[in-house]
Every structure is written in C-alpha cells, then in structure tokens.
C-alpha cells in the first residue's frame, strides 16, 4: 500500500475517534482488574460488535485490546497486582518503585513504553505485514522449546540473589503447572480427583492468588504502599512532563523489545506473557548494571511493558494472514469476522485490503488517542499508593476474586485463588520470589507441549532440537545468555571501579 493510501486509511480510523476513546477507556478499566481481560470484555460486548458495521466492530476490539495491555501495568507497579499475565513481569521492579515514593515515574515508563511500542510494532506491521505472516511458518515447537527456556532462564536470574531459594520456587511452579491431564494419553496427574483441574492449573486464579490475594495479606502489615512522605506530596504538572520526556532516554530499549514482543506476538499460542519474561530476561543480561533489575530499575519496567504491547499488533498477523488466531482475544475477533462474512488469508488481501490494513491502522490511532488520554494520569495514578491499606486490602480481594470466576465460571476457581493465595503469602513472608512460581507455572506446560511434539514427530530422535538453523541460532543465544552474561556483569562492575582498563 503507497503513502497515499496509508495517509487516506489514518484519517478513516481517526474518524472513528468515538468508538476508540470509549473503547480505549474500557480497556484500561478491564485491563487492571486482574481476571478481566481483552477477550473477556469483548465476549461480554459480543452482541454489539455483531450489531454494527464490521470496521466499527474491528475499530472498537483493536482499541480495547491495546488499551487492556496497557492497563495490566497500572495495577502491577501500583499494588504488586498485575492486571495481566503479560503485566507479571512488570511487578518485579515497578511495585519497587512505588515502595520508594516513585510512583508516577513508574507509570510515566511504564505508558511511554506501552505506547512508543504499539506505534512502532504497529507502523512496522503496516509496511511488513506479508513477511511477517511468514515468521508462523518456520517457527515450529523445536524453536518454541528453546524460547520457552529464555524464559525459563529468568529463574536463573532470580535465583542469583538467593540461589536454593529461588531454584525451590521455580520448581514449585514447574511442579504446579505440571498438574492436569497429560498430553499424550490425557491421564490426569496430580489433580487430586478435582475436576476443574483436567485441564491444568488455570491462569487467572493462579495469578490472583499468588500476586493479588497474597499481596492484600501482606499489605495489612503496613499501613500504605507507599512511604510516609509521599503521603504529603502529590506530582506537579512539571515534574510529571519532566518523567514522561525522561522515560524516553531508553529508547533504544523500548525499540528492541518491543520488536521481539512483535515476533514472539506472530508466533501462535506464545502470547504477552512469554514477551515479557523473556525480554525482561534478556535486558537483565544486556544491561551496564544488572544487579539493579528487581530493586526498582527503570530498565525492568520499560522492557516488559514494550514488549507486552509489541506482542498485540503480532497476534493480528497470523489471523489476517493465515486464518490462524495467534491468541485468545484474536480467536474472538475472528468469529465476528466470520459473523460479518470476511474472507482470511490471501483472500483477505485480494478481496478486502483496507479491511486488512484498516484493522494494523486502528490500532495505531489508538495508540495516538492514548498519547494525550493516559499520560495525565500519571498524576493522580500515584495517589492510590498512599491510601490506607486496611481499605485497599478488601477491595483488592472482592474485586480479584470475581476476576478469579469470570473466566470459566467455576466455583472451584475461587479456592484454586485462596490456596494459591495462601502459598504467595507464604513463598513472600519466607522470602521465595512468587514470580518465579508463576513462571514456572505459565511456562512449564507449553514447554512440554512442544517438547513432546517434537519428539513424537521424530520418532524420539532428541537430535531433532539441533536439526534446524534458526533452532540452532536460538541454541547458541541461549548458551551466550546463560554463561557469557555473568562474565560480562563481571567487567563491566571492574571497569567502573577503575580495576581495569
């Protein structure tokens, strides 16, 4: 498509500024409240997405979508709670901010990421949208295992500060995500005769438990997030501008990390959360002071949150390319596609292209409505850090448990997010890190998913995981990331201090 064409395209979905401010605002709102995410929402919204015109319906999904990504962040740096899966990552150095009266800065990276990324992925998108719908086909579960370890690596990092702890919490986590049926025979493991576990350790409930529940326990121990002088002091106008234009000094680290959540988004069933941690994982390893990342470090809010929303352009490509939804709120866009009578594919692009480039588009004004809607409220954002706990605390918990039974409607998920509360409360007040738990729990299901594909396709040969170039390539980044980086760390830390030269 010629500038011309793109420039008449931008001012259409412009047009459409009304279902986007709403649907923008919807986003963030569902977004930050754990268990409410994009694909809920827009099932909830089903029937008016079917009522109306199919690039209203597509404008109003795409805006939501952005919007819920961007918002899983707020509650992540504001009360440990992330909104998201793909927001876990974020929690390690954003709520570590907010302990330490920065509050605003942590929201003022976090939005600038969000959105420097979902226009960049998104105007990347619109001039390579043909190859990056190839990306799907020569990623199969050989190069999935060695991504699903980059981010398994991340335990690793974890556990750099405190080792045996935090190996224990990463082999609960792989221990619990290895609780349902099998994938080869479909025996239930480790279910304990409950039904609703068959299927695995759900997500949501998990998640509420281990960060939200846990975290409302803990937060009745003090008496504010935040310490006791911020309570005396809000943000002014200036220093939140003077945040937001700082945030951008990284901007070398929001380009690449939103552009891997941009190819990880592409591959289908990676999704936010596997972006995250491993570029979290891989800015660790990249960055002049590591031992920072977990203390509070900017570096560790920006990397997440760009590639959480690089990932949401990469989900749409193999759906308007291919047919294939690359994530769950895809597969509900494309049945109101299939509603309104849209070919996918190739045909997609002979029959209906502005259809196909309209929907990259929409996203990318949406990310330009959320430029001058969300940065403002960096400011009064902060102000929840400083309301009393013993206020928040019941809030959180009558809020994420209704999150914890939205998504499958199973009363049992509400006592699967009390247990998994009690284990985060535990894990924290002895000192394991919960986000290598649900690590271990997100990540170790899909990596034996594609681990036992690849070996049923050929025939139990192991030597099938080195039988590809880009699988190797991966192989040898991981060994790089695994032994180099300590070494690098190592001088890097001696030439600030002058011991070499």
């Known amino acids: ?86 927001a876990a990552a974020t929690t390690l150095d954003g709520y570590p901010m907010s302990q330490q009266g920065k509050a605003s800065k942590a929201l003022a990276l976090s939005f600038v990421a969000s959105i420097s990324a979902g226009l960049l992925t998104s105007a990347v998108t619109l001039f390579m949208l043909q190859y990056l719908s190839q990306v799907g086909f020569y990623i199969r579960s050989v190069e999935m295992v060695v991504v699903m370890l980059f981010g398994l690596a991340l335990i690793a990092a974890i556990a750099a500060k405190d080792m045996i702890k935090g190996l224990i919490a990463g082999a609960l986590g792989l221990m619990l995500g290895a609780m349902g049926a099998d994938h080869i025979y479909a025996t239930p493991r480790g279910t304990f005769g409950i039904l609703e576990l068959f299927d695995g350790v759900p997500l949501v ?55 891997l959540g941009l190819v990880i988004g592409v591959l289908p069933g990676a999704g936010a959360s596997i972006a995250a941690f491993v570029a979290y994982q891989q800015a660790r390893v990249f960055s002049r002071t590591p031992e920072k990342f977990g203390t509070g470090h900017e570096q560790g809010v920006v990397a997440p949150e760009a590639a959480n929303n690089g990932v949401t352009t990469g989900t749409l490509v193999p759906l308007l390319a291919i047919g294939v939804p690359g994530g769950s709120t895809a597969a509900v866009m494309m049945v109101v596609l299939q509603f309104h009578g849209v070919p996918f594919g190739p045909r997609l692009f002979v029959q209906d292209p502005l259809l196909a480039y309209g929907v990259i588009m929409s996203m990318f004004v949406a990310y330009v409505f959320m430029l001058v809607t969300l940065f403002p409220l960096t400011r009064y954002l902060s102000r929840i850090t400083v309301v009393a706990n013993y206020y928040m605390a019941p809030m959180i918990v009558a809020f994420t448990l209704v999150g914890a039974f939205v998504p499958r409607n199973f009363m049992a998920d509400l006592t699967i997010a009390v247990v998994f509360g009690l284990i985060g409360y535990v894990a924290r007040k002895t000192g394991y890190n919960v986000a290598a738990i649900l690590i271990g729990v997100i990540l170790g299901p899909l990596l034996e998913r594609s681990f036992l594909l690849s070996m049923r396709i050929s025939g139990g040969d192991w030597t099938v995981f080195f039988s590809s170039a880009i699988g190797n390539i991966l192989w040898a980044l991981l060994a790089v990331t695994l032994l180099a980086s300590p070494s690098i760390s190592l001088l890097r830390r001696m030439r600030r201090k002058g011991d070499i030269y």
């Open 1 to 86: 498509m010629n500038a011309t064409g793109l420039a008449e395209l931008f001012f259409y979905s412009a047009s459409m500024w009304w279902v986007i401010i709403p649907a923008v605002f919807i986003g963030i709102l569902m977004g930050a409240i754990p268990g409410f995410a994009a694909h809920n929402t827009i099932i909830m919204l089903l029937p008016l997405t079917l009522a109306v015109d199919v690039d209203v319906a597509l404008t109003f999904m795409v805006a939501l979508y952005c919007a819920s990504h961007l918002g899983g962040g707020i509650p992540a740096i504001l009360l440990n709670i992330p909104g998201t899966g793909g």
């Open 205 to 259: 409930p998990a998640l509420i438990g281990l960060f939200a529940i846990s975290e409302a326990l803990i937060m009745l121990e003090t008496r504010t997030v935040a310490p006791a002088g911020a309570a005396r002091s809000m943000p002014t106008w200036t220093q939140t501008f003077r945040e937001i234009a700082g945030a951008f000094r990284h901007w070398v680290l929001m380009i690449w990390t939103s552009l």
